[in-house]
């Protein structure tokens, strides 16, 4: 079995300038924030980040934008950062604002390798502009293509040595979804456990489609 347990210093290895980053959560919760800060400890830049939202300044991807790390962001809500739209407004930064069902349903054709979605949501309205348009029995929807990114960083409750992980509650949110649309996968974890102890039902993602381990409070 392939070494899936990697500490902070083998894990930040993974980061490189211009890189497209998923990152997991909703307002910070099921964000993997030891991971976050090791992209930032590394200074990376120029990051295409995916994110359902821009956090906080001082919490998870939110430290990104602060720090100007990040030169474009596709997310679904940038409210509660005020420095996103700040730079949004001075053109430091590129900001593609997505419906959140329709961003999910982008993340998911990309980890199952589907050309698209389609989807009434946005006709009519700025979201639009410059997609393709298609009409099925009458009804007009739009073309949403697919995202994948190089690298995802996610967050779990539990993992077992061959990866395979199980979510907190609402902590699970985007998590699982882009576990299947990045090339490598990174899961920042409470705990590890033996392989056999995470019961085959209870497995939220397949250890099939996690490249490392990392605990969130201590490196071994």
Known sequence: MIKKQANIQQAAEYFKDGMTIMVGGFAAVGTPERLVRAIIDKEIKNITLIANDTAAPDRGVGQLIVNQQVKKVITSHIGTNPETGKQMF???????????????????CGGAGLGGVLTPTGVGTVVEENKQKICVDGKEYLLEKPL?????????KKAD???NLIYDKTARNFNPLMAMAADTVIAEVDEVVEVGEIAPDEVMTAGVLVDKIVLQKEAY
Request: net charge neutral; no cysteine.
């Open 90 to 108: 001075a053109k430091e930064l590129e900001v593609e604002l997505v419906p959140q069902g329709t961003l999910a349903e982008r993340i998911r």
């Open 148 to 156: 994948q990114a190089d690298i995802a960083l996610i967050r779990a």
């Open 161 to 163: 040595k061959a990866g």
